[in-house]
């Protein structure tokens, strides 16, 4: 089983600053690109990454983040994944434009970029609801998602490399599959012979919903991402691979295709709540029936990490349509997400039967339970 252990906000403008010079004085030294890759696929050791999402969302917690990229600065990590949601929501936004950056501006973008890039360790990001879809539901000035999708694949995902000062060498979707040559940020790499894989889904439904051409590229997107979801399967069995970690923004709603013992001992403990007699649909079933289908004759650890619903938990969500039982050897962890400031740390180490270790790390300065009280 996969084991756990429990372990006044900068000025904005130069915070921004603060990150943008210090990405553009590495660019300009070459400390950028001549730098590190990943270690070899055969060189099976134990090594350490990390996980955080969803943040930074609002001015108040862009000094927490920055406090828990201080701590992953502090430490020599492989990489970090960052499972997307690094902007607010435009809803809460609009509601109090003081409170944070602007979604889908530039400048946000700049500023996110900046932090990514001044992590001292290789640094990934998959995309989230919030960095580009959920920007249609902008009231008071008009912005195209389409276009901020375009945005964000541009600056975010050079080509065959991480973020990061220490950069790490990635394969995207777009080099290896001229049928999905838009898909630059479907990233894949190996380290300590396990294979990782982002793949681009997202929160708010997918992005089902929203009009006729958004829900063209969800459906363009979903054929890309079941692609790549085979095609990390199907790599892995071939490289005989320690294991596989699979990297999403959204909570895709295991709970939604449970069978129905499992799913009534779920909601047992909600007093008055009984589990719904008829589920209803999901843009996530398709990713749930596809996983589902090839765990069923993987044997090797894998691990599905995601944000989107900001609860931290780790758990056996995944079911076998032949057994109705949990998969032992699929773990899901959700990291910490906005107003929660943390990161998980996941120690992989051939040496243990399960091969991953996941031991969330609580950010001292980051606990409002345990901060000093104010004085009168």
Same mark, same amino acid.
């Given at each position: ?12 403008? !130069?915070?921004?600053? *603060? ?6 004085? #590495? ?16 060189? *099976? ?14 001015? !108040?917690?862009?000094?927490?983040? +920055? ?6 600065? /502090? ?34 973008? &700049?500023? @996110? ?15 989230? +609801? ?13 912005? &195209?998602?389409?276009? %901020?999708?375009? =945005?964000? %694949? ?26 999905? !040559? ?23 439904? +997918? ?18 991402? #079941?692609?790549?979801?085979? *095609?990390?399967?199907?790599?892995? *069995?071939?490289? $005989? ?32 709540? $009984?589990?719904?007699? =008829? @589920?209803?649909?999901? /843009? ?7 996983? /589902? !289908? ?16 900001? #609860? ?31 990161? @998980? ?15 969330? %790390? ?11 009280? $104010?004085? +009168?």
């Amino acid at each position: 089983m996969t084991k756990t252990t429990a372990p006044a906000s900068p000025e904005p403008q !130069a915070d921004r600053r *603060r990150f943008v010079a210090g990405a553009a004085s #590495l660019l300009s030294t070459g400390s950028l690109t001549a730098c590190a890759t990943a270690p070899a696929a055969d060189s *099976r050791r134990r090594f350490e990454f990390a996980l955080i999402g969803d943040m930074p969302y609002n001015r !108040a917690q862009e000094a927490e983040y +920055d406090r828990v990229m201080q701590e992953l600065n /502090a430490r020599e990590l492989a990489f970090v994944a960052h499972v997307g949601d690094f902007q607010f929501d435009p809803r809460p936004y609009e509601r109090n434009p003081a409170s944070s950056r602007p979604p889908g501006d530039d400048a946000t973008y &700049d500023y @996110v970029l900046g932090t990514f890039n001044a992590s001292k360790n290789p640094l990934v990001v998959t995309p989230g +609801d919030n960095d580009w879809a959920d920007l249609v539901e902008l009231q008071t000035r008009k912005v &195209d998602p389409l276009d %901020r999708l375009n =945005k964000v %694949r541009s600056m975010f995902y050079p080509k065959g490399s991480s973020l990061g000062q220490r950069r790490m060498a990635v394969t995207s979707q777009a080099d290896v599959d001229p049928a999905h !040559a838009a898909f630059r940020e479907n990233l894949s790499w190996s380290i300590g012979g396990v294979d990782f894989v982002t793949l681009h889904i997202i929160g708010s439904n +997918d992005n089902m919903g929203r009009g006729p051409a958004l829900e063209a590229e969800q459906k363009q997107r979903k054929v890309a991402n #079941l692609d790549w979801l085979k *095609r990390a399967f199907a790599q892995a *069995r071939e490289r $005989k691979s320690l294991g596989l970690v699979l990297i999403i923004h959204a909570n895709i709603g295991f709970e939604n295709v449970w069978p129905a013992s499992y799913l009534g001992r779920y909601y047992r403990p909600l007093g008055g709540v $009984k589990a719904p007699a =008829k @589920v209803e649909p999901t /843009a996530y079933d398709d990713y749930l029936r596809a996983l /589902a !289908a090839e765990m069923e004759d993987y044997t090797a650890p894998t691990l599905l990490l995601h944000g989107d619903t900001h #609860l931290f938990r780790i758990d056996k969500p995944l079911f076998s349509a032949r057994t109705q039982r949990p998969f032992e050897n699929f773990t899901r962890v959700e990291t910490f997400g906005w107003p929660d400031t943390h990161w @998980v740390n996941i120690a992989v180490d051939p040496a243990q039967p399960q091969l991953f270790t996941v031991n969330p %790390r609580m950010v001292p300065g980051n606990n409002p339970n345990r901060r000093a009280a $104010k004085p +009168d």
